[in-house]
């Protein structure tokens, strides 16, 4: 199809896919004359991928990059160029220095992880991100004991186990790399959204009827 | 005690704790001269949720304001203020005009939370930000059925009956609105990262040991 098309069919300006093909968002087109070239269904699919990314999840244009950099790495096999994609996506920042809170964080980061069966690795930005969060909640006084935590765990295995399945359902190993980063994404707003609504359900129902 | 106690026992700077006196976010302590006022646990207790709100959440202080105003309105109820300052945390804008992608994202919005067996309330902000999130997914053609949203439903059932009971624990109906407000900011990043440290797990025993 010609940019035009391609255009109409994503719903994305051209002026726009010109801006993400000069940024290398997408792979350029296959050239058919000095000013035409023509674009397939993988440019359409990376299009909805880069929209995922940029417009939804507000990827600044430069990370997006990197993403997509590591979903196409075909010296890699496809956990570690999952793994690289996921951990480009944009994280708290790591604690700026490592104080006696940040210590205990790690221990308690460790643990929840040990209980919950999983693997530590402690250079995957998401275990980083999960002191700074833990290391807050220690600063300031609320609770947050393994106990606590193990709940959230519990939850992410199961959300984890039924997201493996619906992205297995995609047919190829590129097609399925560019789901798990695109549904990570636009799936952690439908998550925190529904957190605060049951919460407003419980709240109602403890509330209404105390037992 | 003095400011100078409070800012010792809080960790936060005189200068910024006066920042928070003047923009309302603390309320002022009891003047025991021209120049000193007297501060209580509360004034301590405050100043934690404070800093939970404005640098872990990044909230910024007029909305911080707005917040802590709901807590302390009592001309209302326990579950008016709860649910007033809770919608008053940052959410993600509802959708700009209400298109065909919209008015389907809202049928499954409502289908969905009606199969969870929970209360619809339209003009709480949660509500709007899930069907945001949902029009993106239709719009960019990725997997949103009923059935595949589901499990992050009943995960967030589940979240908020552990939340519920955790919050119990807090002595007075002040300090469990307080908590109530600082553990849905602070668990947020609590369960982001989770699920992506599930997630690769997930991924590293699918990838390794397909079954």
Known sequence: MRLAELS?????TTATIKYYLREGLL???ERISATQAEYGEEHLRRLRLVRALVQVGRIPVA?????????????TDQLTRIGTAVAALPQPAPPRRRDETVVTAEALAGELQRRLG????????AHQALVTALAALLRLGYPCAVEQLLPYGTAADGLAAHEIALIGEFASPTTQL???VALTVLYE???LSLRRLAQAEAATRQLRDPS
């Open 63 to 75: 990370t997006a990059r990197e993403v997509l950099t590591a979903i196409d790495d075909d010296r």
């Open 189 to 191: 707003p439908v998550l």
């Open 118 to 125: 999983w693997r530590i690795v402690v250079n995957n930005p």
């Open 178 to 180: 560019e789901a798990a």
């Open 8 to 12: 109409e069919r994503s719903g994305v």
């Open 27 to 29: 792979p350029p087109g």
